[in-house]
């Protein structure tokens, strides 16, 4: 049981790609000494990118999640993740980014980059409902927040954002594997309407 339990504890770890960045997340999940085993359900993990099969394997039967920075990893290091390992190993992984030396200035932008990733180099890997997973299910979860957030449904919070369609698509039915990759690629000005706890914050009622 982590030290943080009741709590949740979000933190940057193992961000590099050397032997000295894996020692963090070696000194974070063992209780060896004078580490200190920080991994549970309730700890998000940004970055996460020198780990080997075993550290993915600790990381998921402890229920972490890792947090994955696509556009800060690859401007600063050239990798992300073994992202296909953390989905093999069914690690939850949420998107963020980071910050805006580095990152994205949005996770719209940053959600545009993962599915070019996806697409490109894990060979479409993860579906457009599991990339768009990344921004809403699985950070709502992290923070012990499913039902309120990451979702529409009753008693949620109301936390909403509308991407308008283009012609050729309002003229045919779409899969939701089609809706969810519209979701995932649009850019601001296909975006009509954003509502937070049910109160239009930009767009026309």
Not at 71 to 83: I, V
Request: charged content about 25%; aromatic content about 8%.
């Amino acid at each position: 049981r982590n030290s943080f339990a009741g709590k949740i504890y979000v933190t940057h770890v193992a961000e590099g790609v050397d032997d000295t960045a894996r020692n963090e997340f070696i000194n974070l999940s063992s209780n060896l000494g004078k580490r200190v085993d920080i991994l549970g359900p309730n700890v998000g993990l940004i970055h996460m990118i020198p780990l080997f099969d075993a550290d993915i394997r600790k990381v998921a039967r402890s229920g972490a999640t890792i947090i994955w920075s696509p556009r800060s990893n690859l401007s600063l290091y050239g990798l992300t993740p073994n992202l296909t390992a953390l989905k093999r190993e069914h690690v939850g992984i949420a998107i963020g980014s980071d910050w805006t030396y580095s990152g994205s200035c949005d996770v719209l932008e940053e959600l545009n980059l993962a599915k070019r990733y996806n697409d490109r180099y894990l060979d479409s890997a993860f579906s457009n409902r599991e990339l768009w997973a990344m921004a809403t299910v699985t950070p709502a979860r992290l923070l012990q927040l499913s039902g309120k957030l990451g979702d529409i449904r009753p008693g949620a919070y109301g936390d909403l954002m509308m991407v308008r369609l283009g012609s050729d698509d309002a003229e045919r039915d779409l899969t939701d594997e089609e809706v969810y990759g519209r979701i995932i690629t649009a850019h601001r000005e296909n975006i009509s309407l954003v509502a937070r706890s049910g109160k239009i914050m930009y767009g026309e009622k």
